[in-house]
């Protein structure tokens, strides 16, 4: 060590040059030592992630409260509630295509269908979960109707996030191919004994949300997993818009359905 410190220095007045090596040597040590022991934590936390969460891929995991906010909830309501006026058709569209890549016989919907509803669900993305300086990195992604708080009774306003959603299951981890911006509208299951009628086994769909897709013409039903993460927008405000006394009256909660044009900012979660 003394003749390693010693072959650092340029040989004149060597003593404070080798001191400075050893407590640079010291420091670099320390924060490996402290690197290794958060990687360690990491894998311990992931392992605990995994077995909690409902959906997962090889990129990110999905974890949904133990209990739903509503165990019951028609069609009708959740129309109603969540602007999921297309509800009905997309679900329907999403059992058909569901049967025929399952190659079961088509078995419709029941006419009294009620699904089981979550108002909210985490992401963990395992890019960043990786990362040791970053602990419990998680981000929550909400789907829910006006409501009123039970314990301050205050009105809560409705929050339905945007997303960015793998359309067809082909986009990778890194990069925005194969993705597209959508307003989470609901999240629900299906009965274990719907499920099992319409597909032939309980297991064949799990967790599903209802879509409202930019850029496309009509909402959709798709598989939880396929959402990857949260999704800024910034609406593009020209000048005559602001200069419009009626968009003083525009809040966060209802400029996404006030304005049809944004600019989109994803989360710091990947990097790019």
Known sequence: MAKDAYRATNRRDILPQMVLWLEQKEKIFAFSSYIEWRLAATVTRAVRKKASAKTYTDYHWITLPK??????????HIAQSHGANDLQRAL???????????NVPRTPLPSSLVLSMWYH????NLHV??????????????????????????????????VLVNE???????????????RVRAVFTLPPD?????FGRADAVQQL????????????VIELGQIRQSVHLFPKFP?????????????????????????????LTDGR
């Open 239 to 267: 000048k005559e818009v602001l200069k419009d006394p009626a968009a003083l009256e525009w809040t966060s909660d209802m400029v996404l359905d006030q304005w049809a044009e944004f600019d989109d900012r994803e989360y």
């Open 209 to 220: 949300a209802y879509i409202d897709a930019r850029g496309l013409p009509e909402a959709a």
């Open 67 to 76: 209990t739903p906010s509503i165990k019951r909830a028609s069609l009708s």
């Open 168 to 182: 067809i299951w082909d986009g990778r981890d890194v990069g925005l191919r194969g993705y597209r911006i959508a």
């Open 121 to 124: 669900f985490k992401i963990s």
């Open 194 to 198: 719907v499920t099992e009628t319409i």
């Open 129 to 162: 979960d990786h990362l040791a300086i970053l602990n419990n990195f998680d981000e929550s992604v909400h789907s829910s109707p006006q409501r009123t708080a039970q314990q301050s009774k205050k009105t809560l306003p409705a929050r339905f996030d945007t």
């Open 92 to 102: 329907a569209s999403f059992v058909s295509m569901r049967q025929r890549y399952l």
